[in-house]
């Protein structure tokens, strides 16, 4: 082995070099993002900023009118305040999703102290929770011309230190209750419990065991991601969540008199339903192992088949039960109520499918995906009425015309 | 049969493949060698249908994998490198699934999946959760699943490595018998003993390009030092480069 002695060594400082990682991370992400995918992501920001502009200014407008500056202030510093809470919720989820499997190498084989690796992942967590920053400057803009400059200023520090506060107290608390340990690590300080629990080893619980038959592949496919969504994990959570939608949507023609609030409740949950549907089949559609399953003669008609007709039979069956179950109205009236909601179910469970197949092997920008686009047809029909669906309809035109980059995936 | 024509690949400037040309005939196990970034992986990645060609074409039986590929993967059997499955899934299931996919019938696809599982000693593993496999038991299910079928066609990329030794043996004896039964193997590795004893011929890659191509008849008997295999890799990479110790030491 070469001698270490002809190696000059200096005084590690571990603060600086987690500095230049930050800025190389941020820089390699910025890039690896594309010209593109920037552009979308600023006209994105750009439509929530606008939202958020018209809903903060307006009514913020009427408190002036109404109760004072006083009043107005406290109503904007409220709204901000809402927003750093939000900041702080998306780190808590984030520090807790990081220290279950912390990015990078085996921090603990490194000679470092447990609270620096800490501090590194807690801003890693925190980065996209910035993202607040957005709505709350446009909020904070909306304040202007109302509301006197000082008491604008104030509110902005006032925000930037609310929301660094609430950023680090949320990482901390994720931090604590997520460095679970027994035996011996369970007396370690919480940073280095973290990483000592993190990506522990899974114990060997035994599974039913598998049963061999015949069918075709799409239904094989089905059939695993039946097996795949009803284990503890991401897929189940969505089917769990869009299953209380579900009979949510139906409850609701029993859950009041008033047949047009009946109605809404139950479109309304039913869209949430349909929405997490998409999800699931976003994440499942492009979820699926390239090593594993590219290998095997699968065609894109069993992958959309082995997702679609499981989701329609589910839509079709919870469809049924809205033409039948609302009482005092004429059959005729319930069939059109069932059937013209069927086309925005459709809508959103294929615009996930769709988004999923044809972004195979990457389940993340899949799900980031279509949620970008519901987010888009929501602020869309808050500022048009309508014109969300426009937007959803042209996010399934694009997405289907995608689909042939199913069959020719990049594996690397 | 394996037949690949003039495949080429990019990974931006970067040439992965350059026109590689190859065929391996039923009943031959053909090795591939070549050093870190020769172009193996990419090779039987594409092969399999995993990443596509740039130009040139590979089939499989006679299916091309990339206009057909349905009917060229029935024939095809793929082990990975780095294999990943539905972490949530017991081994069983997994081999089910692929076995139901494949269009086995399920007594046989059972029966053969439990004489594969015992002699690599996964059987007593097989209802657990793939989640709690070590690299080695990942390895070898990735062998069950590509040698389940009895494939026309059979790719291994870097397959052993990871296996114990009994189960190294075990897996060596299936790819012989698969062979004998008129499958067409081909096996990529870094390590050229097993090649050499487990290989009816070599190719070797280097820098995107086949280098050479020998039958066991070619290449001959080793020295002292290296294996023939080895002697033939050193000569077509050049003379090696000084070893970390005997490195002048920096000013």
Redesign the interface.
């Known amino acids: 082995?070469?001698?270490m002695s002809?190696m000059s060594r200096a005084t590690p400082d571990p603060d600086r070099a987690f500095r230049a990682l930050a800025r190389r991370l941020t820089a390699r992400r910025a890039h690896e993002l594309g010209a593109r995918l920037w552009f979308v992501l600023g006209v994105l920001a750009l439509a929530v900023a606008a939202f958020t502009y018209w809903q903060v200014r307006v009514p913020l407008d009427g408190t002036l009118r109404q109760a004072g500056e006083s009043a107005a202030a406290l109503r904007l510093a409220l709204t901000l305040g809402a927003f750093a809470v939000a900041g702080a919720a998306i780190a808590w989820v984030r520090r807790a999703a990081i220290a279950d499997d912390p990015p990078g190498p085996e921090w603990l084989a490194l000679p470092l102290p447990p609270p620096v690796i800490a501090r590194h992942l807690a801003r890693e967590a925190m980065a996209p929770a910035r993202a607040v920053v957005v709505p709350a400057a446009a909020a904070w803009l909306a304040g202007w011309g109302l509301l006197p400059p000082l008491a604008l200023v104030a509110l902005a520090f006032g925000f930037v230190l609310a929301l660094e506060l609430l950023l680090r107290l949320a990482c901390v608390i994720a931090l604590h209750a997520s460095a679970r340990a027994s035996g011996a690590a369970s007396a370690l300080p919480a940073a280095r419990r973290a990483l000592v629990s993190a990506r522990r080893?899974?114990?060997?619980?035994?599974?039913?065991?598998?049963?061999?038959?015949?069918?075709s592949?799409w239904?094989?496919?089905a059939?695993?991601d039946r097996?795949?969504s009803s284990?503890?994990?991401s897929p189940r959570g969505r089917l769990l969540f869009a299953g209380a939608f579900l009979l949510l949507s139906v409850a609701a023609w029993s859950l009041t008199h008033d047949l047009s609030q009946a109605r809404a409740q139950a479109f309304a949950a039913l869209m949430v339903s349909c929405a997490e549907l998409g999800a699931w089949a976003a994440w499942r559609a492009a979820g699926?192992?390239?090593?594993?399953l590219?290998?095997?003669?699968?065609?894109l008609s069993d992958a959309w088949r082995a997702r679609a007709w499981p989701l329609l039979a589910v839509i079709a069956a919870v469809l049924v039960l809205h033409a039948l179950l609302p009482q005092g109205v004429p059959a005729p009236a319930r069939l059109g109520l069932a059937l013209s909601w069927a086309l925005p179910a459709l809508l959103l469970v294929l615009l996930g499918l769709h988004v999923g197949l044809s972004l195979g092997g990457r389940p993340g920008a899949a799900e980031g995906l279509y949620y970008g686009w519901l987010g888009a047809g929501i602020v869309g029909s808050l500022a048009v009425p309508l014109l969300g669906w426009a937007v959803v309809i042209a996010a399934l035109v694009q997405a289907t015309r995608r689909l042939g980059r199913w069959?020719?995936?990049?594996?690397? | 049969m394996l037949e690949v024509q003039g495949l080429e690949r990019r990974y931006g400037a970067r040439v992965a493949l350059a026109g590689v040309s190859l065929t391996v005939q039923p009943g031959e196990i053909v090795g591939l060698l070549g050093a870190n970034g020769a172009g193996k992986s990419t090779l039987l990645r594409t092969v399999a249908g995993l990443q596509p060609p740039d130009a040139g074409r590979a089939s499989a039986c006679g299916h091309d994998v990339w206009r057909s590929p349905e009917s060229a993967k029935r024939f095809l059997g793929y082990a990975a490198e780095e294999p990943s499955f539905h972490e949530e899934l017991s081994a069983l299931e997994y081999l089910a699934f692929v076995a139901a996919v494949r269009g086995l019938e399920p007594e046989s696809a059972h029966t053969r999946t439990l004489a594969l599982a015992g002699p690599l000693e996964l059987a007593p593993r097989l209802d657990e959760p793939v989640r709690g496999f070590s690299h080695g038991m990942r390895k070898k299910l990735s062998f069950m699943a590509a040698v389940l079928h009895e494939p026309a066609v059979l790719l291994c990329d870097e397959a052993l490595e990871g296996f114990d030794a009994p189960s190294a043996l075990a897996a060596k004896a299936e790819l012989r018998r698969l062979a004998a039964r008129g499958a067409a193997v081909l096996f990529s590795s870094h390590v050229t003993e097993t090649v050499e004893r487990l290989c009816d011929r070599v190719v070797m890659l280097h820098e995107g390009r086949v280098a050479r191509s020998l039958t066991r008849a070619e290449w001959g008997a080793g020295d002292d030092l290296h294996s023939p295999l080895e002697r033939l890799f050193l000569e077509i990479l050049g003379p090696p480069a000084p070893s970390i110790a005997s490195r002048p030491e920096s000013s």
Do not use: H, I, K, Y
């Open positions: 082995m070469g001698s002809s080893p899974v114990p060997a619980t035994r599974l039913a065991p598998a049963r061999f038959r015949t069918e592949r239904r094989a496919l059939r695993l097996a795949v284990r503890a994990g699926d192992p390239a090593t594993a590219r290998p095997l003669p699968l065609s069959r020719t995936p990049e594996v690397v």
